[in-house]
């Protein structure tokens, strides 16, 4: 049986080595019984990255490598790697710096032999500032309260997930998938494992703080329509505070005019900027969904792919190309 490995990597000369090297060497002393395939998704590194992978793939034919065209950010390009496994199962994330351990990797696969089609690891602690936990624990604690899916908080996409999983998010027709929350949307028993989210070793995350905007709002729009109900009801509770206190000013005017210079203007003002600023902030919240709905409707491929290396016919039921020459122009599943 085969055990797939999906390794995104942008900029990452300093870490894919070690990345392979681990892997490796996991497979050799604890999973000797299971043929390893590792997909390295290079997504149009502009450093050493590529030459590296290269080299790896020339001297290993278990690794095997997605160049991109461009670079189609982490969400996009992960799922084209995951798309493109064979395995039998699928560990679908592991970064290239190995904040994620690779260590729990034979845990993971002794789960998923007793039958659990979901493993995934659970972020316990984090080695990153206060602000930055504080601030991804309330977002995930948000979303899965007001998702379908009954999912802890501080799961990521650290998973490994059996092939009828990865067949099923094959089925799911989405230009910018959450791949979190994607594996529970299709179902099956599932196991959560704690651990520790290490601090990078080398080098800088690439995923900038606008990058992590999108695809924050990328899981909300994809998995949660609750934004839009709490505005259709804040809508409501507001209108019904308006007139309550437009009848309490009126007869506050009625009884104490002469008392009252100008009656009314500083409340004219405070209401004005702040019906306005609540109106913006939802017709911003209506836009995301609406900017959703058009990446739906454009029917993009998940990314364009460069070229294929080491995958040979092994790929041809996941949708990809069958040699080591240029890709064809994206990979739909």
Same mark, same amino acid.
Do not use: W
């Given at each position: 049986m085969k055990i797939s490995v999906v390794t995104?990597?942008?900029?990452?000369?300093?870490?894919? #080595? $070690?990345?392979?090297? =681990?892997?490796?060497?996991?497979?050799?002393?604890?999973?000797? @019984?299971? $043929?390893?395939e590792h997909i390295f998704c290079d997504n149009a590194s502009t450093d050493a990255t590529g030459e590296i992978l290269r080299r790896l793939a020339d001297e290993d034919p278990s690794v095997r490598v997605i160049v991109n065209a461009r670079n189609f950010g982490p969400l996009r390009n992960t799922y084209n790697g995951v798309m493109a496994t064979s395995g039998d199962a699928v560990l679908i994330f592991l970064p290239a710096d190995l904040q994620d351990p690779p260590e729990l990797l034979p845990e993971f696969v002794r789960l998923w032999e007793q039958g659990y089609e979901i493993v995934y690891g659970i972020r316990a602690t984090r080695d990153e500032s206060w602000s930055m936990r504080t601030l991804r624990q309330v977002y995930y604690r948000a979303l899965t309260r007001f998702s379908e899916f009954d999912i802890p908080p501080g799961v990521g996409d650290f998973q490994l997930v059996d092939r009828r999983v990865v067949d099923s998010m094959r089925r799911i027709d989405d230009t910018y998938p959450f791949m979190r929350m994607m594996t529970f949307e299709c179902g099956g028993r599932a196991v959560g494992v704690p651990y520790r989210w290490r601090a990078r070793k080398r080098g800088l995350s690439k995923n900038r703080l606008s990058a992590l905007f999108d695809q924050g709002m990328n899981g909300i729009t994809s998995f949660t329509t609750a934004p839009l109900r709490i505005g259709l009801f804040a809508? &409501?509770?507001?209108?019904?505070? +308006?007139?309550?206190? +437009?009848?309490?000013?009126?007869?506050?005017?009625?009884?104490?005019? *002469?008392?009252? %210079?100008?009656?009314?203007?500083? =409340?004219?003002?405070? %209401?004005?900027?702040?019906?306005? @600023?609540? *109106?913006?902030?939802?017709? @911003?919240?209506?836009?995301?969904?609406?900017?959703?709905?058009? #990446?739906?409707?454009? *029917?993009?491929?998940?990314?364009?792919?460069?070229?294929?290396?080491? &995958? @040979?016919? %092994?790929?041809?039921? #996941?949708g990809g190309t069958k040699t080591d020459q240029p890709a064809h122009p994206g990979s739909e599943p």
């Open positions: 995104p990597c942008y900029n990452e000369e300093d870490n894919v #080595a $070690e990345c392979y090297a =681990t892997v490796r060497a996991i497979f050799d002393e604890h999973l000797p @019984g299971y $043929e390893r809508g &409501f509770v507001l209108a019904g505070l +308006s007139v309550l206190y +437009s009848i309490v000013n009126l007869l506050v005017g009625l009884l104490f005019y *002469q008392r009252l %210079a100008e009656p009314g203007i500083f =409340t004219l003002i405070v %209401a004005l900027f702040f019906f306005g @600023g609540v *109106q913006l902030f939802f017709m @911003g919240l209506i836009g995301e969904y609406v900017l959703a709905i058009y #990446a739906r409707v454009r *029917q993009k491929p998940v990314v364009f792919e460069r070229e294929r290396l080491n &995958f @040979g016919e %092994a790929v041809a039921a #996941a």
